[in-house]
């Protein structure tokens, strides 16, 4: 693991995936926020991903329910208990394969991967850091207008996904989901989600 740099020098982009290089098995819990407007309360969904591989990524919801999607090959499987399991192309779901391939380069420390689908934009320090995603793809740019990263030395502990309309979706990694707690709205979630890199 790369020492830990000081904490009151500006970080760039490479220092950034230099620390978020992680070799295939790798798994990380998560613990995400939805809205919904049939929904009183904001839908917390936890669980964990996955990357047993180099070519596949894994979302395993365990709370509230339980759901497993595989992302490898081109597609995605949505497997539910007593259901049959759901084969969808990911050139039908672009937000899908962004994920896939941003989740790869970046365990993988590919700079160069990683600008192939969005414009990469990095700030803060060591104990503080961002790195926001902007979508070069017209039609995953649609829905999603920009991915920030936060995260703290070598530990990525926040995803906030802008979408291009519509309310964030804050999603907790690591030992931020870890001590996330009890999440009622989305200003507490995007609260904690901001600072869990402090």
Known sequence: MPPVASRGRQVDADWILQRM?????????????????TLRRPLVVAGEYRRPDAATLVREVRVPYAETTTIRGGDAVVA??????????????????????????????DRTLLETHYAIEADGVPADWT??????????AGRIAA??????DD????IETR??????????????????????????????????AR
């Not at 798994?27 to 939805?34: K, S």
């Not at 030992?175 to 600072?195: F, H, I, N, P």
């Open 131 to 140: 790195l926001t995603l902007t979508p070069r793809d017209v039609r995953t």
């Open 163 to 196: 979408p291009a309309q519509g309310e964030p979706q804050p999603t907790l990694l690591g030992s931020a989901a870890a001590g996330a707690g009890e999440l009622a709205s989305l200003d507490q979630a995007l609260q904690q989600c901001r600072d869990a």
């Open 80 to 109: 539910r208990a007593g259901r049959t399991p759901r084969t969808a192309s990911l050139s039908r779901v672009p937000e899908l394969a962004a994920l896939q391939a941003s989740f790869g380069a970046l365990l993988a420390g």
């Open 155 to 158: 530990e990525l502990r926040c």
């Open 21 to 37: 290089t992680r070799p295939p098995p790798q798994a990380t819990p998560f613990v995400e926020l939805r809205l919904s407007a």
């Open 147 to 152: 991915v920030v990263l936060r995260g703290r």
